[in-house]
């Protein structure tokens, strides 16, 4: 009968260890547990499970803490987890199948990280459980990988339906901000030694949690220049990429890259939603809806199953998607689009069905442009969240009250101060409404915390302009023109603001 090792690296995982070492007791032979320096109950818990224990300096180095534990693990059959992780109930008894054979094999397992805070679940599938022989060893000092040691060895990678639930990224953004910038630094130490289109995948990744999009986009790039990136991976950096190119405006490349990314792999629940915005924005609104029919389908498709042989999928919540469509669909006109959206979300609130017809009585007001009550006011602040913002704006934008406007923008504002629409569609109105002064204290605010978003330089322009406050308009131009040294269209436009401010100075002396 073969034997089943449990091999893990931990650090103060007194939240979560208690459950994973749960989840596989009655199916471990031994479990190996390789400390790297807890200062909580870990250590005791471990115990309580009957765990032996080593001691190992961290330097830095996933893969060599993993490779420090097999090294002490005596198994036929090595099963790694991470100690925020859990084995499926239903999964046991397919582990142990597998164990029961002599082959020479590495186990896929389906890797569902639970996110209920950011409400953004993936799946993916990773070598978790494999044959025990020596040499095997893990690379790489973060998002370590076994398979390309297994593979030297002769083995063959397989997938099963083992599904193990991760709850690492279960946090909030900035604990994952923090995660990632730790990763980042051990990534780059890697690719500078052993550049692969894996490694300036995960980079991308990093930085683009980290919200620089400069380097998000640099090192998606570079992960395309490796033929041998699976195309689940080369079709997300690719559907980045043509996020990228659409947050610059560039339009064209924008769907080239998103059409790549859709040819390489068409299932792609990310592109498919990538999609539908790019083609919304390049006035093809049929496609778009269609794009965002296919993501929604994928999705529902994908988060009831949790047991696809492919490598990665990012799932959505449904109501994400579901009022995304309806966004494209109403600005686009499409009316197939507008019942099936709206069919698929009556659908998903069959719970509280009395909210939902307030929300419809809102949606009715809004549409018709009619009188909106303060409790109508108060009741759209509430309804509105992350998931449908976009449509709601889109609703307001064609709304004629710019009074009304501004009051609900107001209270979007203060539940919403992060959102760049909201910040520039409440300080646009409050300028139409002739609140000037209030206009270009959000502007300037936007400026100091959105330095990416250039645009709120060229309204404040313009509000200055209005105002006749040159002192301020140059004070602009010139910081904005240091800041921005390396962005020479930037520079040229605010090179030719520049000389249309001295123009109309000199006709005004």
């Known amino acids: 009968m073969s034997s089943i090792t449990l091999s893990m690296i931990v650090k103060d995982e007194e939240k979560h260890l208690f459950d994973c070492l749960k989840s596989v007791k009655d199916i471990t032979d031994e479990i190996i547990i390789v400390d790297t320096g807890s200062s909580d109950r870990t250590i005791e818990i471990a115990e309580s499970f009957g765990a032996k224990i080593f001691q190992f300096n961290w330097i830095n180095d996933f893969s060599a803490a993993r490779n420090f534990a097999l090294s002490k693990s005596t198994g036929d059959w090595i099963l790694y987890l991470d100690a925020d992780e859990t084995l499926d109930p239903g999964s046991k008894e397919k582990l142990k199948d597998l164990c029961k054979t002599n082959y020479n094999h590495g186990v896929r397992c389906k890797i569902y990280n639970v996110d209920d805070i950011n409400k953004k679940p993936k799946l993916q599938s990773y070598t978790r459980l494999f044959k025990n022989s020596p040499g095997i060893e893990f690379r790489g000092k973060a998002h370590e990988q076994i398979d390309a040691s297994l593979i030297e060895k002769n083995y063959k990678i397989i997938d099963s339906d083992i599904?193990?639930?991760?709850?690492?990224?279960?946090?909030?953004?900035?604990?994952?901000?923090?995660?990632?910038?730790?990763?980042?630094?051990?990534?780059?130490?890697?690719?500078?030694?052993?550049?692969?289109?894996?490694?300036?995948?995960?980079?991308?990744?990093?930085?683009?949690?980290?919200?620089?999009?400069?380097?998000?986009?640099?090192?998606?790039?570079?992960?395309?220049?490796?033929?041998?990136?699976?195309?689940?991976?080369?079709?997300?950096?690719?559907?980045?990429?043509?996020?990228?190119?659409?947050?610059?405006?560039?339009?064209?490349?924008?769907?080239?890259?998103?059409?790549?990314?859709?040819?390489?792999?068409?299932?792609?629940?990310?592109?498919?939603?990538?999609?539908?915005?790019?083609?919304?924005?390049?006035?093809?609104?049929?496609?778009?809806?269609?794009?965002?029919?296919?993501?929604?389908?994928?999705?529902?498709?994908?988060?009831?199953?949790?047991?696809?042989s492919r490598l990665l999928d990012i799932f959505y919540d449904e109501e994400m998607i579901l009022y995304h469509g309806l966004h494209i669909s109403y600005q686009s006109n499409e009316q197939t689009g507008i019942e099936y959206f709206f069919n698929k979300l009556e659908d998903l609130k069959t719970r509280d069905k009395l909210l939902w017809q307030k929300e419809l009585d809102i949606i009715q007001h809004l549409a018709s442009n009619s009188v909106l009550s303060f409790e109508h006011i108060n009741f759209i602040t509430d309804l509105i969240s992350e998931y449908n913002i976009d449509f709601y704006l889109g609703l307001l934008n064609y709304y004629q009250s710019t009074d009304i406007k501004i009051l609900v923008e107001k209270k979007l504002f203060e539940k919403f101060p992060e959102n760049l629409v909201v910040r520039n569609r409440y300080a646009h109105d409050l300028s139409k409404s002739a609140r000037i002064d209030e206009a270009i204290s959000i502007y300037s605010s936007t400026i100091e915390k959105f330095p990416e978003d250039t645009s709120a330089i060229f309204y404040l322009i313009s509000l200055f302009l209005q105002k006749g406050d040159f002192n301020s308009l140059e004070s602009l131009i010139n910081s904005s023109k240091e800041k921005y040294s390396g962005n020479k269209d930037l520079i040229k436009q605010l090179n030719d603001f520049e000389e249309k401010v001295s123009s109309i100075k000199q006709n005004t002396n």
């Open 163 to 308: 599904l193990i639930y991760h709850f690492g990224y279960n946090i909030p953004k900035q604990a994952i901000k923090e995660k990632a910038q730790r990763n980042l630094k051990l990534l780059l130490n890697d690719y500078e030694s052993t550049p692969s289109g894996y490694n300036a995948f995960q980079i991308a990744n990093s930085y683009n949690i980290l919200n620089d999009k400069q380097k998000t986009f640099d090192y998606f790039k570079l992960s395309l220049d490796d033929k041998h990136l699976p195309d689940e991976y080369r079709s997300l950096a690719l559907s980045s990429i043509a996020e990228y190119y659409l947050r610059i405006n560039n339009i064209n490349d924008a769907l080239i890259s998103i059409d790549k990314s859709l040819e390489v792999d068409p299932l792609n629940i990310v592109s498919n939603l990538t999609a539908s915005e790019i083609y919304f924005k390049a006035n093809k609104g049929s496609e778009a809806v269609s794009f965002c029919i296919n993501a929604f389908e994928e999705n529902k498709k994908g988060i009831a199953k949790k047991n696809n």
